[in-house]
């Protein structure tokens, strides 16, 4: 079975750091489009980030650029999402996703153009 897994949520300070990853099992991460989104308690689902395979561009939404950087280990199957500066408007449940190369990475992430999710992980920001 295709799947992913993420991992790293946890208790932060705002301010403080984070590291997400996203674990690929039966099948390679190298030939697929990789997106992070983002969703709160009575929020709907918003876009964080994306990595296209095919060109290597990356994209950040408005709220997270030049706080969070997505890439890569191909070594080990894996997609990260490193989170620094954290805010109280960060807190929510992060999923990652894939998708094919029909749809570019040119702009945040749409969640209809990603296929397999995983099951999330929680962050919470809190003093």
């Known amino acids: 079975q295709m799947a992913l897994v993420e991992a790293g949520g946890g208790l932060v300070r705002p301010g403080g750091s984070l590291r997400l990853s996203c674990t690929a099992s039966?099948?390679?991460?190298?030939?697929?489009?990789i997106g992070w989104f983002r969703q709160a308690p009575g929020k709907a689902r918003e876009g964080v980030s994306c990595?296209?395979?095919?060109?290597?561009?990356?994209h950040y939404a408005d709220t997270v650029k030049d706080r969070f950087t997505i890439f890569r280990d191909s070594a080990k199957n894996t997609a990260y999402l490193q989170m620094k500066d954290l805010r109280y408007e960060d807190a929510a449940v992060y999923f990652c996703?894939?998708?094919?190369?029909?749809?570019?990475?040119?702009?945040?992430?749409?969640?209809?153009?990603?296929?397999?999710w995983g099951q999330g992980t929680q962050v919470t920001v809190s003093s």
């Open positions: 996703a894939v998708g094919g190369a029909a749809y570019v990475c040119e702009s945040a992430p749409v969640p209809h153009e990603y296929e397999l």
């Open positions: 990595s296209s395979y095919m060109d290597g561009g990356v």
């Open positions: 039966g099948f390679s991460l190298d030939s697929y489009n």
